[in-house]
């Protein structure tokens, strides 16, 4: 029986249990994964923007300076070793390429992200970040393995990566 | 950040405007593929971003085609077409033998859709901005192909700052005989957009 928890954009879930975690379709949002190798704690995050700015408090999740940080926050407090957490990021895409497109969301949310795991001091050990694909992401507490697939388009093309 | 509210009467306000907006982007098609085109009952729902994925459906992959208006009704719409849609529209733009064992676009069939989805839209937001007496000027169209949600991140992207969920028209459009294109439309106003249309309708109170 596949018990994995799916979250949906703007939000993050720790899980304690080795359960799977998972979220579809990152385009330029970003996955951030957080774990604990010992204690296999683990925390999944789908933000979509890079800064909370004045926006509402209530949805943290949504943006990388607060969804992380409190994402962290929730994984000490279960018993997650500060010193021993690890990272893997993808998503950050471009999917629509537009002649005049100076936002670039996909790469200022990666930067976000990198800026809040280096504030914290955790490694990012592996990343799958840019590009013009959308993925859809796995972690695998137990193992620490991130499965990543993209959609197909064309035939021969493979469309599953582990990082 | 702007809390909408829809009462039942100001959903149905909105849903008779995605039907009528839909019925010329069906129209548009029609002509372009020269066959007789049918269309859903159009949703118009709220929904909070984390719920998008329930709403889209169980299509894989789409064709993309992205929009924005950016003058007084800020909004972004995409069209979305499933992908074995994609292929067969895409046989017929171009004028080829349809191919059933097609298993990806070409360029050539990427801007014919992207062509496509430009049409039906500026169709759609034709009809928009005669029934709101308010210009609407569509930018320039972009194309993707890839999963329906990573697709539809970038809009939700664009108004994440001011909202915490959207407010979606969407409808199929489909072809009435053994050959159906599954089309999906989604309008996204800005919230103070749907205010703006709220109060050309009337409806605002």
């Known amino acids: 029986m596949d018990d994995t928890i799916i979250i949906g954009i703007g939000e993050f879930v720790v899980v304690s249990d080795n359960r799977k975690i998972s979220t579809l379709g990152l385009g330029s949002c970003i996955g951030t994964v957080i774990f604990d190798s010992v204690s296999k704690i683990s925390g999944l995050s789908h933000i979509m923007l890079p800064t909370i700015g004045v926006a509402k408090k209530e949805k943290i999740g949504k943006f990388a300076d607060t969804a992380i940080p409190a994402m962290i926050d929730d994984m000490v407090k279960k018993g997650a070793s500060p010193v021993r957490l690890r990272a893997k990021i993808a998503g950050g895409a471009s999917l629509f390429m537009f002649t005049d497109d100076q936002l670039k969301i996909g790469d200022r949310n990666s930067e976000a992200v990198r800026k809040v795991l280096a504030y914290y001091k955790i490694p990012i050990i592996a990343a799958d970040v840019g590009g013009n694909r959308g993925r859809t992401i796995t972690f695998n507490p137990a193992t620490g393995e991130l499965f990543i697939r993209i959609v197909k388009k064309g035939p021969d093309e493979s469309t599953i990566k582990i990082i | 950040m702007e809390e909408v509210i829809l009462s039942d009467s100001q959903r149905d306000a909105l849903q008779e405007v995605a039907n009528i907006g839909v ?10 593929v020269n066959k007789e085109i049918q269309m859903g009952i159009p949703k118009v729902e709220l929904i909070p971003f984390e719920n998008i994925a329930d709403h889209l459906g169980p299509m894989e992959a789409v064709a993309a085609v992205f929009l924005k208006i950016t003058n007084e009704l800020p909004s972004y719409s995409m069209l979305l077409i499933s992908q074995e849609s994609a292929y067969a529209l895409a046989d017929i733009l171009i004028g080829n033998t349809p191919d059933t064992s097609k298993q990806m676009l070409t360029e050539m069939d990427e801007s014919a859709l992207m062509e496509v989805g430009n049409v039906m839209m500026c169709a759609f937001f034709d009809s928009l901005a005669e029934l709101l007496s308010i210009p609407l000027i569509p930018g320039p169209p972009a194309f993707a192909f890839d999963s329906p949600l990573a697709v539809l991140d970038y809009i939700l992207i664009q108004i994440g700052e001011v909202a915490d969920k959207v407010l979606l028209f969407a409808t199929n459009v489909q072809t009435e ?7 999906n439309i989604f309008l ?13 309708l009337g409806m605002d109170s």
Do not use: D, G, Y
């Open chain 2, 188 to 200: 996204v106003p800005e919230p103070a957009s749907i205010r703006i249309i709220l109060q050309k």
């Open chain 2, 177 to 183: 005989k053994e050959k159906t294109f599954e089309i």
């Open chain 2, 23 to 32: 019925a010329h982007a069906a129209t548009a098609l029609s002509q372009m």
